[in-house]
């Protein structure tokens, strides 16, 4: 079997170093091309002695770089504007986006145009420009195959199910660290409460996300875009075991689940090797003792989840907008700045200014990125 050629991008990351559990595991099936990351140079330099074949771009500070030996090196990309010059030459044929925040979505936008397949598990390049991401991909006959766990759950129950008699999406969520705190205890919730999630261990932004909802917020966005289906049929349900990752609702009544041990390395191998079927690699799920709970999420403690569902509704540049002030917000609870419930009052009031209007190009979405930033400063 020839290898696939892969770009990791976000290596040194949560996912990237899930990925890296995965591309170890199953090393005939995958060529490593190019890594990448914007901190840690020091783990670069660990992967570029491992893989030495590959390509690394690192975007970070140029003394890291320096420290860890990385500068000067043959098949090194320094800068911020040279990761997209590495993926444009890694030639992968599917590249995983495990880069956090708006930043990814260049990358997304430069892998398709160097041929390669899409492995996203960044969602704010759905959010920010699903339009454009899909055109891309569709116009090079490319795939983006979801890897966010509820994503990739519904992308296999469709594929295997078809999308006739399809009512609604059911997207589960774990609820995240405070889920039972009242509406007074989170308004003292400290970044070390927050960054203390049940079920999953993922990267700071991301984690923060999943305490307010933003998460799960996103995520809707994200299945609106991927799915191509509207805000009132995709639902959330909170199911704190993280063991059922998503559902389909049938016109005739049935629901069709996926269930897996909460381990990410599932949907990323699946993407990694889609279309072919994956070896096993994760534990396998015991029923014996499994116990399984929803509840219905709390609009009125964790606000982000409905600004979302508005954001989608509204159209225009709502979902940029949402999801840079976001990212503002977060980045300023994180430093202490703001309180946890902080956050969605900067959203609220970044949402509450006219973000009507189109942008479609990357250009225009850029800039309205960087407007909701200024919009959002805290
Ligand atoms: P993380 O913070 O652990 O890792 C982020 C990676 O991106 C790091 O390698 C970092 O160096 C790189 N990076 C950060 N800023 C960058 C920039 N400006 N330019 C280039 N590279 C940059 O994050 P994570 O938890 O691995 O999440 C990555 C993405 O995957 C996010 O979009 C997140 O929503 C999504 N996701 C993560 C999980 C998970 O289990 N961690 C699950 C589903 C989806
Ligand atoms: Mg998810």
Redesign the pocket.
Known sequence: MKKKRVSV????????K?ALDVIRADKDAFSPVLF?????AGQLASLSAEFPEAKVAF??RREAAEAAGLDGRKNVFLGANA?CEAIAEAGADVTLN????A??LE?SIAALNSGSALAL????SIVMAGALVLKTAASRALPVIP???EHSAIFNLLRRQGREGLKELLLTASGGPFRTWSAERLKTATPQDALAHPT?N?????TI?SATLA?KGLEVIEAARLFDIGADDIKVIVHPQSVIHSMIRMNNGAVYAQLSRPD?RLPIHEALRFPEAVPALCEELEFEGLCLNFEKPDLVRFPMLSLAYDALRAGGRYTIAYNAANECAVAAFLAGKISFTGISDVCRQTLDMDWSGEADDLPSILESDRLSRAASMV
């Open positions: 991008l976000g290596a040194t990351g949560s996912i990237g899930n990448s990351a914007n901190s840690r975007s970070g990761l495990g880069i956090s925040g930043a990814g990358p598990a960044n969602k704010e890897v966010d766990s999953w993922m990267g700071r932004k991301i996300d998460n990410m």
